[in-house]
């Protein structure tokens, strides 16, 4: 957004006064800003009221009102009629336009959300407030995208093929080219491609700026839009920086807050094919889901997924060489995580290390992942958020042409988090001291765990059947967290993560005896207490999310622990064991 601003206070003094050269003073006594900067400032002032999932009404509601302040605050900033009518309406409407405004304004919305999809819908809603017209919004989102693009590092031949593709934008001009015949025009159609491609064209932030003023046209605003995507893709020298100093303090407020917002959110590696690893976009939909287990959030995760598929991102998975072919490579599962996992960069994977990774193109890992029955879904950064995405979701993000609005659930999904139920497939019984555990298998990792059957259980169950289960675990030996981060930095599991200690030997002991007991790490879903516990009794009880199931754990524990806290430990199992045909919780 600071490029966009710059843009326009370099350009200003060239927007009535054209030149064709890129040889002119970088910035003189006319240097200033005008209706782009302080529309820019409206936008991205409004979006960061906003939560990022704010609805189109939402977002309608406060862009009209910040712009229609700002406009108000700097009435002789050098609005067009049109905008001009808006601002001094009672009742402002959209007016058809497909002007140029659309697009020099909404370079924030490129930096403010983390995902394409999320800032092409914003780009639009910003927008529609104004420029209905199809030519207008074309403008502004392929602005948007452009921004969006640059900054999570995509290289420019990669950004100018997905503009071409989307926008049906004739990029493939060049500055020298369009420069003799070109003439100020100030609608999307004939100045947007332009700018981008004065983008495209320069070597560095100032070039691009260069290139868009030498056009001779709407100097400002075409400043304006290179500047935004130059400044995404380059960065900005400080000494250019300095030129935004010259803003109003109420402008630099804005500024401040917006850099404080996307401090770290520009890739600044080397512009290549490393940026198909560069899952940024990633990170917040998945720390989300991680701390709040809703559909909601999935669909956030999976959108994120969706959108790195389509742009070519990759995964780093752990492998190890086939010893039965040399050169070929198998995926392989680390000791202590269940499920098949992969890293969203390298900073994540070293969080474990200590095996081969290698970098696979997302389409083709999660296809592997969805139909190959022995990989059941993947694990996304199991010491860091820790994501799991079965099988259905994979699939459900390879089918999907457009933005995914829903899922349906699957059998260890439920909308309450109250819910103390698990759904386990069973597999056998077994006798153990005075009675017997049965062995079950949780729903999409068919992990299997051992769960003493008490006296109510069916043990005509068959191989096969569906129970829902009430589970319970008792526990001597757990230590509680205050939350996701404090736990993901204590040695050992994941945060949520699950071994059954007591259905196989780790170490292959020959005297290993099969017991219902896990070790696990889990969220805590709720507290209930027992005051008045005598000795032999428990005097807590806490519902515990961990890997693949959930179950209540009963201990004695007079400390602090509330909703949101994580536990970990070694717990004993027991459940009633009955059929459920019905598959109903």
Not at 200 to 211: K, S
Not at 408 to 420: A, F, G, I, L
Not at 568 to 584: C, N, P, Q
């Amino acid at each position: 957004m600071i490029g966009a601003i710059i843009g326009d206070m370099v350009g200003a003094p060239f927007e009535f006064d054209t030149i064709k050269t890129k040889d002119f003073p970088f910035v003189n006594k006319r240097t200033g800003f005008t209706d782009d900067t302080v529309m820019t400032i409206a936008v991205a002032e409004a979006l960061m009221k906003l939560d990022v999932d704010a609805s189109v009404d939402e977002i309608h509601e406060e862009v009209t009102l910040s712009m229609l302040k700002w406009g108000s605050r700097y009435p002789y900033a050098g609005y067009g009629t049109m905008f001009s009518n808006w601002l001094d309406s009672d009742d402002p409407k959209p007016y058809e336009s497909y002007g140029n405004g659309s697009a020099m304004r909404i370079s924030s919305v490129g930096w403010l959300y983390p995902t394409l999809d999320r800032v092409r819908e914003v780009a639009r809603a910003a927008t529609e407030v104004t420029h209905n017209h199809p030519e207008g919004i074309k403008g502004a989102v392929a602005t948007a995208s452009a921004v969006y693009l640059a900054r999570v590092g995509v290289p420019k031949e990669d950004i100018r093929s997905y503009l071409e593709k989307e926008f049906g934008y004739d990029l493939s001009r060049t500055i020298d080219e369009i420069r003799p015949s070109y003439y100020h025009r100030e609608d999307c159609q004939r100045s947007v491609p332009e700018a981008l491609i004065c983008f495209f064209d320069g070597e560095d932030y100032e070039d691009a700026i260069r290139n868009a003023v030498s056009l001779g046209g709407d100097a400002d605003t075409q400043a304006c839009i290179a500047g935004a995507v130059a400044e995404a893709y380059y960065g900005i020298p400080e000494e250019i920086q300095g030129i935004a100093d010259r803003l109003p303090e109420d402008m630099l407020e804005v500024v401040s807050e917006f850099k404080k917002r996307t401090d770290g959110f520009r890739y600044i590696g080397e512009k290549s094919a490393d940026y198909k690893w560069n899952n940024q976009s990633l990170y917040a939909p998945m720390q989300k889901y991680s701390e709040e287990q809703t559909d909601e959030n999935l669909v956030s995760v999976l959108n994120a997924l969706r959108e790195r598929t389509y742009q070519g991102g990759q995964l780093l998975v752990p492998v190890e060489e086939d010893p039965n072919d040399p050169g070929y490579y198998l995926f392989r599962r680390l000791s202590d995580v269940e499920k098949p996992v992969a890293f969203t960069s390298q900073a994540e994977f070293e969080k474990i290390g200590g095996t081969e990774i290698k970098p696979i193109n997302m389409d083709s890992l999660f296809k592997i992942f969805a139909e190959d029955p022995e990989l059941p879904g993947i694990r996304l950064d199991p010491k860091g958020s820790d994501v799991i995405i079965d099988s259905a979701r994979l699939q459900n993000i390879l089918d999907a042409e457009e933005k995914i609005l829903n899922i349906e659930p699957t059998e260890q999904e439920y909308e309450d988090d109250t819910v103390t139920f698990s759904k386990m497939t069973f597999l056998n019984y077994k006798d153990y001291a005075e009675g017997k555990i049965a062995t079950m298998e949780t729903p999409e990792e068919l992990i299997p765990v051992n769960v003493y059957a008490e006296e109510n259980s069916d043990y005509g169950l068959k191989n096969g059947d569906t129970c829902t289960l009430e589970i319970f675990g008792e526990s001597e030996d757990f230590k509680v967290y205050n939350d996701f981060d404090e736990r993901d930095n204590a040695d050992g599991m994941a945060p949520i993560s699950m071994i059954p200690t007591g259905t196989f030997s780790p170490n292959d002991d020959p005297d290993f005896k099969e017991n219902p007991t896990i070790y696990f790490s889990g969220k805590v879903l709720g507290v209930a207490r027992h005051p008045e516990a005598t000795e032999n009794e428990y005097n807590c009880a806490a519902l515990v999310q961990t890997y693949d199931m959930r179950f209540t754990l009963l201990f004695n524990y007079d400390g602090e622990l509330e909703e949101g806290n994580y536990i970990s430990g070694m717990a004993w199992l027991y459940a009633d064991i009955v059929r459920d045909a019905s598959g109903e919780a």
